[in-house]
């Protein structure tokens, strides 16, 4: 049996898929399991013993090129992709992603068995041969787990599999030799970015938070990001000493950082999630989207929210953000301080919704 995981993006999507392609794999022990994954994310799946194949499709990048003109080029690329796609001849295609991008993609590949959602976003629907009914109250790691359910898996612990080995523990080595933090064992890390504006908070409160942190905690204070430049703009507010490891590490590096550190301050983000995955304790701060559906998966977390009439509104645009700016840095370092201060605070085991099938 040949079976096709479609999960294209983003990162916190992607690791809410992982305990779904365990369940998979549990119950298809001898399938050809292969997962077809954008660029961005594509680090995460890499060596992942649950996977046969990975495929990695360059969708944004051809959407790039095609508005620079190359049309040829961007043309045979695609065309090559479908065509290895297709002659895999998939006996079972599962599209967890739920769009129109992906669902195309199911249809492209030529299964005869299409799986979805019966939800029909973006008229995703149209393209499937079978349909599950999506409950959008629940976490997207309980409702992805819905498709092996289905399948007739049998779905317990949520199981997070990131191969995170030697390489990884090495160059996170060379950076805390590089920034003198070796041996530190009392570490905080700060995701200061999200995807969408109406996500983030302000630099001004990160930087007094982190002073904090440093001073009153005796916490060395690490920031993270894929760019290192909208860190510089905060470490230049502190007074205290922090370090900046943005754009220093790929995902996985990323994701032994966090597990090296004893809790991460983040926005509704990717790395957010990463950390969970590895059972390293959040204080997460949401505005416009809902931690119950995309919160930080497990016990032990910390969500700091307003809950406003208006949130979560899911808009990617605000004029007043108010909902992230009423967010105060008191509330934000009694809530780090709470979490290292508890018993339990140096693993968070990621474990499923009580109210799961």
């Avoid at 998939?90 to 590949?109: N, Q």
Wanted: hydrophobic fraction near 40%.
């Amino acid at each position: 049996m040949k079976i096709l995981i479609v999960k294209l993006s983003a990162v916190g999507d992607v690791i809410h898929t992982l305990p779904s392609l365990a369940a998979l794999r549990r119950r298809f022990p001898r399938a050809h399991i292969s997962w077809v994954v954008e660029e961005a994310a594509s680090d995460l799946l890499r060596n992942h013993p649950c996977l046969d194949e990975l495929i990695i499709s360059g969708r944004k990048r051809w959407i790039k090129e095609l508005k620079e003109g190359k049309y040829s080029k961007v043309l045979k690329e695609a065309g090559r992709f479908i065509s290895d796609l297709r002659s895999q001849r998939y006996d079972l295609v599962i599209d967890f992603h739920g769009l129109f991008k992906s669902a195309v993609l199911a249809w492209l590949s030529g299964a005869s068995r299409r799986l979805g959602y019966d939800s029909m976003q973006e008229l995703s629907g149209l393209f499937y041969t079978e349909k599950i009914p999506e409950d959008l109250s629940r976490h997207a790691v309980d409702r992805y787990l819905d498709f092996p359910r289905h399948l007739g898996a049998d779905v317990k612990q949520p199981e997070f599999f990131l191969d995170i080995s030697a390489p990884q523990h090495r160059h996170i080595d060379h950076l805390f030799e590089e920034f003198h933090l070796s041996g530190q064992e009392n570490l905080v890390a700060i995701n200061t970015v999200a995807l969408w504006d109406t996500k983030l908070w302000d630099d001004e409160k990160f930087a007094r938070l982190g002073d904090r942190i440093s001073r009153e905690l005796k916490a060395a204070v690490v920031f993270t990001g894929s760019d290192p430049a909208p860190m510089e703009n905060i470490l230049s507010r502190m007074t205290a000493p922090a370090f900046n490891f943005g754009g220093r590490t790929s995902l996985r590096e990323l994701a032994h950082l966090y597990q090296r550190a004893r809790l991460l301050i983040t926005t509704d983000s990717g790395p957010m999630h990463l950390a969970a995955a590895v059972g390293t304790p959040v204080v997460a701060l949401f505005g416009p989207t809902d931690p119950a559906r995309t919160g930080p998966y497990g016990k032990g977390h910390r969500v700091l929210r307003k809950g406003l009439e208006c949130s979560p509104c899911l808009r990617k645009s605000c004029k007043t953000r108010i909902c992230m700016h009423n967010i105060s840095v008191d509330e934000v370092f009694d809530a780090v301080k709470g979490v290292l201060e508890s018993p339990a605070a140096r693993r968070c085991i990621p474990l499923p919704d009580p109210d799961s099938p």
